[in-house]
């Protein structure tokens, strides 16, 4: 055997070895063993599925923020209460507010930005009150909007605070 045969005698046995090598990914990943750790096909290119993940994880983070911005205010995103305050927001205020548009009364998007909640709860109780003890922000808008608001005071702070986490989870979307 001279030295070109040795040569191509680790060529074939490491070609063989790589073939083999792939046949067991290919197999380990039809048994979907790779999807389980966020690779797909052979494990040579982190893919699809870790494209996925990663997704994922931003959305988590992304709406762990936003969690934190609600909990900061005082609302909250737990679906029994956000439905609630849809239920509520359909109920009550729907005939003069949308969250993205004026309507009769203003665009109710990020709300809680503009004010605290506690504020808003005072508004939303007693709007007419408020404007007439002179608090700046709701003369503002009076003057602008020209109309009192209904009492809302048969509304308990909870079912107020419902309405609030909903228009709030509502203003995350653009339509
Ligand atoms: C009959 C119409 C009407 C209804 C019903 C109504 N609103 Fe209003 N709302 C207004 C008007 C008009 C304004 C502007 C302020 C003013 O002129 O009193 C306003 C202002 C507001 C503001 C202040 C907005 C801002 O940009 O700071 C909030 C918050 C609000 N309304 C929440 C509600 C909620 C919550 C409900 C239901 C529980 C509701 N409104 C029901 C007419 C209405």
Same mark, same amino acid.
Not at 2 to 24: C, E, P, Q, R, V
Not at 28 to 40: D, L, T, V
Not at 88 to 114: D, I, M, W, Y
């Given at each position: 055997? *001279?030295?070109?045969?040795?040569?191509?005698?680790?060529?074939?046995?490491?070609? $063989?070895?790589?073939?083999?090598?792939?046949?067991? !990914?290919? =197999?380990?990943?039809?048994?979907?063993?790779?999807?389980?750790?966020?690779?797909?096909?052979?494990?040579?290119?982190?893919? =699809?599925?870790? +494209? $996925?993940?990663? %997704?994922?994880?931003?959305?988590?983070?992304? /709406?762990?923020?936003? @969690?934190?911005?609600?909990?900061?205010?005082?609302?909250?995103?737990?679906? @029994? !209460?956000?439905?609630?305050?849809?239920?509520? &927001? *359909?109920? %009550?205020?729907?005939?003069?507010?949308?969250?993205?548009?004026?309507?009769?009364?203003?665009?109710?998007? *990020?709300?809680?930005? /503009?004010?605290?909640? #506690?504020?808003? +709860?005072?508004?939303? #109780? &007693?709007?007419?009150?408020?404007?007439?003890?002179?608090?700046?922000?709701?003369?503002?808008?009076?003057?602008?909007?020209?109309?009192?608001?209904?009492?809302? =005071?048969?509304?308990? =702070? @909870?079912? !107020? *605070?419902?309405?609030?986490?909903?228009?709030?989870?509502?203003?995350?979307?653009?339509?």
């Amino acid at each position: 055997m *001279n030295f070109k045969d040795i040569h191509f005698t680790w060529f074939y046995i490491g070609a $063989i070895s790589a073939l083999l090598f792939l046949s067991a !990914i290919v =197999d380990m990943q039809s048994k979907g063993y790779f999807k389980k750790e966020g690779f797909y096909c052979g494990g040579v290119v982190a893919m =699809d599925s870790s +494209i $996925i993940k990663q %997704n994922m994880i931003l959305d988590s983070l992304e /709406r762990a923020k936003q @969690e934190q911005i609600l909990q900061k205010r005082g609302l909250t995103s737990e679906p @029994e !209460i956000l439905s609630l305050g849809e239920e509520l &927001f *359909n109920g %009550n205020c729907k005939q003069c507010h949308a969250v993205h548009a004026k309507v009769v009364g203003p665009a109710l998007a *990020n709300v809680s930005e /503009r004010r605290t909640v #506690k504020w808003l +709860i005072k508004f939303i #109780k &007693f709007p007419q009150k408020t404007i007439e003890k002179g608090d700046k922000y709701a003369v503002a808008l009076y003057k602008q909007y020209q109309q009192f608001m209904p009492n809302h =005071d048969f509304m308990t =702070d @909870e079912e !107020i *605070n419902a309405i609030l986490s909903f228009v709030e989870h509502e203003s995350q979307y653009v339509y």
